[in-house]
């Protein structure tokens, strides 16, 4: 089992371009999540996915768009990148909400000009 | 709203030294997990308390969670360098069940 992967791991964006995070988890989870971190801040939610076809907004969605594509797949997309978007981001699954352990991918370390 | 703080932020011990990092949470949680992240790595689940009162120890490490589960600790007796990383606790939020982050203890082990 590969677990959660993400893709890319590295990207440099010039402010406006847009780009499409990738997400799969291979272990049936219901539950997908996309976090960003910042030095300092800890892990802050963007969006979550409690089922296929379903996403609710998390701590900081603006700028975000989120598609559940099927139950093994969370796409994170920045429509028009600013440098406040720098940050590493991390997709992760689960079995339930708040309950169960959360799986995270290797991350994707974006980068802003 | 709803915050999970940590303290401290940055720990700097010797190779042997206990290391004690301490979670506390504005609001009453109905369970507590801690997470590590190793230097460039991603977060990995370590444990999950839920009882009030609750003591778990994994080999050197030992969590807590306290009486009125508003707070919780991680102990790492005689600490070594696979030890170092930043250690993450988390609570759910009482409105909508996602997990909400503490700001991360990063622990530095020098040899």
């Known amino acids: 089992n590969a677990g959660v992967t993400q893709t890319p791991k590295f990207q440099v964006l010039k402010t406006g371009q847009s780009m499409t995070l990738q997400c799969a988890q291979d272990?049936?989870?219901?539950?997908m999540y996309w976090y960003r971190q910042d030095p300092g801040m800890g892990l802050r939610l963007i969006y979550y996915?409690?089922?296929?076809?379903?996403?609710d907004k998390g701590e900081v969605p603006n700028g975000y768009n989120v598609s559940r594509l099927n139950k093994r797949e969370f796409s994170l997309r920045l429509e028009s990148a600013a440098p406040s978007q720098t940050s590493v981001y991390f997709c992760?699954?689960?079995?339930?909400?708040?309950?169960?352990?959360?799986?995270f991918g290797p991350g994707t370390r974006l980068t802003v000009t | 709203g709803q915050q999970v703080m940590q303290i401290p932020q940055y720990q700097h011990v010797q190779e042997g030294e206990d290391f004690t990092t301490y979670c506390n949470s504005s609001?009453?949680?109905?369970?507590i997990q801690w997470y590590k992240q190793r230097p460039g790595g991603h977060p990995v689940f370590l444990i999950q308390?839920?009882?009030?009162?609750e003591v778990k120890k994994q080999k050197r490490l030992t969590f807590q969670f306290g009486e009125a589960k508003k707070n919780s600790s991680l102990h790492i007796t005689a600490t070594q360098t696979t030890d170092v990383g930043t250690y993450f606790c988390a609570g759910p939020n009482y409105n909508t069940d996602k997990l909400i982050f503490g700001t991360g203890t990063r622990l530095q082990v020098f040899p």
């Open positions: 996915s409690a089922s296929e076809g379903t996403t």
């Open positions: 308390l839920v009882k009030s009162g």
């Open positions: 609001t009453t949680l109905s369970n």
């Open positions: 272990m049936n989870h219901n539950s």
């Open positions: 992760a699954s689960s079995g339930d909400r708040g309950t169960y352990e959360q799986y």
